[in-house]
Nanobody
Framework: QVQLVESGGGLVQAGGSLRLSCAVS????????MGWYRQAPGKERDLVAN???????EYADSVKGRFTISRDSAKNTVYLQMNSLKPEDTAAYYC???????????????WGQGTQVTVSS
């Protein structure tokens, strides 16, 4: 099975920084894209940042200039550096991987367990 383990969430004051990481392990054969989504209480889960296999990157407008996504292919790990955090960034952050398992032909989305980011004012 494919496993995604997230870390790096926590409580931080406005203006502070956090770095999230998501490590993929298990029977992963190929990874096409890795990204981060977030969901605040009472709201839908929305894209934060995504990086494709060719290096293409997209960000939500609300985080451009503050967040940076990166990927270490050798470690099968994706990171999200979050700077200048605002209270409105408070949410559960979920890692998403679009990939394929060994022995399969189909591609699937795999999700991490979520890590809470809370920004106080």
């Amino acid at each position: 099975q494919v496993q995604l383990v997230e870390s790096g969430g926590g409580l931080v004051q406005a203006g502070g920084s956090l770095r999230l990481s998501c490590a993929v392990s298990g029977s992963i054969f190929s990874i096409n894209a890795m990204g981060w989504y977030r969901q605040a209480p009472g709201k839908e889960r929305d894209l934060v940042a995504n990086i494709g296999s060719g290096g293409s990157i997209e960000y939500a407008d609300s985080v451009k200039g503050r967040f940076t996504i990166s990927r270490d292919s050798a470690k099968n790990t994706v990171y999200l550096q979050m700077n200048s955090l605002k209270p409105e960034d408070t949410a559960a952050y979920y890692c998403r991987v679009y990939g394929r398992e060994y022995g399969t032909t189909g591609w699937l989305n795999y999700w991490g367990q979520g890590t809470q980011v809370t920004v106080s004012s």
